[in-house]
């Protein structure tokens, strides 16, 4: 089945760790997306990547780090400076960059305590 | 800059029932689009409707339709015949379109949280 994976569903760290969260897609598309969401609140955009090896960054890129080495895989990394990691992370993809429909990962929740 | 504003942050419904949940934005562009997804307590995003600005015609998918008022800047989303597995969060999202085709990024709202009683 063809689709987006994110893992795993739910992470704990402790403070001042770097986490990475796995983002994969075997839809064949260009386009991928990470998004945060916290209680109460819509999403809000950290980075996306629209081909290979190219990213931009979103919203609220900062304490956030990405790569995009490889169509499939767009992995997502909380760094320590990031100042209140504790979030749902939804990682998205389109098929082009112009594409208006997003397709959605299952999520992971990070806990940082 | 843009904004998505759902002011309803509950909402009930019998089930069998239409339900419309609304979404205003605000923008100074003439072409975006305009989408609404569902989230269930799973947290999955699903793709429920998209309208274009310049689809004269409201957008209609199975038991949703999109209400879409462009003067007023309205997007309320319309689910008929509701059913128990409706009960989810709702997000309305905008997008622009910039000259060439080219896509802003998805901006969201808040969410309504819609119950659909037995």
């Known amino acids: 089945d063809g689709g987006i994976t994110q893992s795993p569903k739910y992470l704990f760290r402790k403070e001042g760790q770097n986490v990475t969260l796995s983002c994969e897609q075997n839809?064949?598309?260009?386009?991928m997306y990470w998004y945060r969401q916290d209680p109460g609140q819509g999403l809000r955009l950290i980075y996306y990547?629209?081909?290979?090896?190219?990213?931009q960054k979103g919203d609220i890129a900062e304490g956030y780090s990405v790569s995009r080495e490889k169509k499939e895989s767009f992995p997502l990394t909380v760094t320590s400076a990031q100042k209140n990691p504790t979030a749902f992370y939804l990682c998205?993809?389109?098929?082009?960059?112009?594409?208006?429909?997003?397709?959605f990962g299952p999520g992971t929740r990070l806990t940082v305590t | 800059a843009q904004k998505i504003t759902q002011t309803q942050p509950g909402m009930f419904v019998q089930e069998k029932e239409a339900v419309t949940l609304d979404c205003t934005y605000d923008t100074s562009d003439q072409s975006y689009g305009l989408f609404w997804y569902k989230q269930p307590s799973s947290g999955e995003m699903i793709f429920l409707i998209y309208?274009?600005?310049?689809?004269?015609q409201n957008a209609t998918e199975g038991r949703y339709s999109l209400n879409f008022q462009k003067a007023r800047k309205s997007a309320n989303l319309v689910i008929s015949a509701s059913q128990l597995g409706d009960s989810a969060m709702y997000f309305c999202a905008m997008r622009e379109t910039y000259y060439g085709g080219s896509q802003g990024n998805l901006i969201f709202g808040k969410g309504t949280k819609l119950s659909v009683k037995p």
């Open positions: 990547s629209q081909i290979v090896n190219d990213f």
């Open positions: 309208q274009g600005s310049y689809d004269e």
């Open positions: 998205a993809s389109s098929p082009t960059p112009d594409s208006y429909e997003q397709y």
């Open positions: 839809l064949n598309h260009d386009a």
